[in-house]
């Protein structure tokens, strides 16, 4: 059976009365996604003994998350704009209400993978209406708070993932951290159908079922060779061969999304310098910020020795003052006053400097640590709305969702690679570090567990933080590299290009 586009809808002319309402019903659906993907953290050591889960169980409960949600987000954008934003966004919610159902539910690792991986459907639907839906409700100086507002949400969930989770598990059985979700959900349901108008794009024809499948298909071995990378070896036969198949696949996709008549994708996009700049810059500044971030939290649990949920309270920080930046409308009166591209390169400097700060200023105390913190959350504040609004405004309206499925899928395949490249640099550096008595560890915890008391564990702890200091070096280069690189593109695209795509 072919699906067909139903009647066109409008862009949203007048804006809603109730319009910051919505905004906030559209950040907490995007807050409880990105909680998902850091919350579970802590739940590991529960999970294993209560659910008798492997090694293997344990990845595959976290990056079955993952994997469909960056698989999907291309295909959820352009459904968006087909069918209806807010359609969309509804039927998120439900599937994410009813996949955290069944998770906190479930009684075996089996069924809490299934449960994962439907979260994942629900959660690319989310990501993608989440965005457009903001795009059509806002507009002028108003849109770009709200942006800011909506991008600031991502920081403050990947802040306080770990303390929630650890506060949940202090008093609550592991259930409970999906269970929560399920009323948030239904609260997101009602207010959003009430009062969240319906938008989507002008393009006709057939739904594009082939490019749907080529782009789930290619992103989800893409994503799946980088997760696996560090975990299974990078020249492995499955890692190889999935980002081999993945690369394949999206070749295809592209060919095939240049020859219809009403793409999925539209690949005149990426003749656009504005919109290439833009997302070169995403995928530079997520792999550097969010790679880096990863270690900042080992660093505070392996060698300062704080609990998952403590690290995450003490990074807290960082997320808000992103938030208070963004909610007060300072971070947009300063982008509207730099332009998109200066505020892109001063914000990611400043992230930049913070990691090098927290990096290289050695302090017992937490002194030094909050203060380079607080440097990058202003550094964030300014460039991540900024980024998000130069992908958007790089694309027409009638295709936010698109827009948004673009911007979400480099944002996870930046992150992806941020965590997975990093984390091979500090492993390395681990070992070529470690003394020689304990070579082939292939942890931090292993070699300490296999160390000697005295001056051997204190070598073992001097290597692991060398090697933390390195990898985090390298993901400040990749942050301001970034930053820099998308900001000349930027630059070099000027205004008359940026028509020029937005009349397509």
């Not at 020249?235 to 198949?245: C, D, L, M, N, Y």
């Not at 270690?295 to 995450?312: D, K, S």
């Not at 960082?318 to 591209?341: D, E, K, P, Y």
Request: charged share 10%; aromatic share 6%; proline share 4%.
């Amino acid at each position: 059976m072919t699906l067909t586009q139903p009647a066109a809808v409008p862009t949203v002319a007048v804006r809603p009365a109730h319009r910051w309402l919505i905004l906030a019903v559209l950040c907490v659906a995007q807050l409880v996604v990105v909680l998902d993907n850091t919350i579970l953290t802590v739940a590991v050591p529960v999970l294993t003994s209560e659910l008798g889960a492997s090694t293997s169980d344990v990845q595959w409960m976290i990056n079955a998350y993952a994997l469909v949600l960056s698989g999907l987000l291309l295909t959820a954008g352009a459904a968006a704009d087909r069918y209806g934003r807010r359609r969309m966004l509804l039927a998120g919610l439900v599937l994410f209400g009813l996949g955290s159902l069944v998770a906190g539910l479930a009684g075996s690792s089996g069924q809490l993978i299934a449960a994962r991986a439907g979260m994942g459907v629900g959660g690319a639907l989310l990501v993608t209406s989440t965005l457009a839906v903001a795009m059509q409700v806002f507009d002028g100086p108003e849109r770009s708070r709200a942006i800011g507002i909506w991008a600031a949400t991502s920081a403050l969930g990947f802040a306080v993932g770990p303390p929630i989770g650890g506060t949940i598990l202090a008093h609550l059985p592991w259930g409970a951290i999906f269970l929560l979700n399920v009323p948030i959900v239904l609260v997101c349901l009602l207010v959003g159908r009430a009062l969240v108008p319906e938008s989507r794009g002008t393009a006709g024809g057939r739904l594009d079922v082939w490019g749907a499948i080529l782009s789930t298909a290619g992103l989800t071995a893409v994503v799946f060779s980088i997760i696996a990378g560090p975990e299974r070896g990078w020249v492995s036969t499955e890692v190889i061969g999935a980002a081999v198949v993945g690369v394949l696949l999206l070749g295809s996709f592209v060919r095939w999304e240049r020859r219809i008549v009403h793409p999925m994708l539209d690949m005149h996009f990426f003749r656009d310098r504005r919109f290439v700049g833009a997302v070169s810059g995403v995928v530079l500044i997520t792999f550097g910020a969010t790679g880096a971030l990863f270690l900042l939290t080992q660093h505070l649990q392996f060698v300062r020795g704080y609990p998952a949920w403590e690290a995450g309270l003490r990074m807290a920080p960082f997320a808000l003052s992103i938030v208070l930046l963004n909610v007060t409308g300072v971070a947009a009166a300063v982008i509207r006053r730099l332009g998109l591209a200066t505020a892109i390169a001063v914000g990611m400097t400043l992230l930049a400097g913070g990691l090098a700060v927290v990096t290289l200023v050695p302090d017992g105390g937490y002194g030094v640590l909050l203060g380079g913190l607080l440097v990058m959350g202003i550094g964030c504040a300014l460039a991540n709305p900024a980024i998000v609004e130069a992908v958007m405004s790089a694309i027409p309206a009638e295709k936010a969702g698109a827009g948004a499925g673009v911007d979400g899928t480099m944002t996870e395949v930046g992150s992806s690679l941020g965590i997975a490249v990093l984390g091979a640099v500090l492993n390395a550096r681990f070992a070529a570090l470690l003394p020689a008595a304990l070579a082939g560890a292939d942890s931090f915890p292993a070699a300490l567990a296999a160390a000697q008391e005295g001056p051997q564990r204190v070598a073992v702890t001097s290597a692991f933080a060398a090697a933390l200091e390195t990898g985090q070096l390298v993901g400040a280069a990749a942050v301001l590299a970034g930053g820099l690189l998308a900001a000349a593109l930027l630059r070099r695209a000027g205004p008359r290009e940026r028509s020029a795509t937005a009349a397509r």
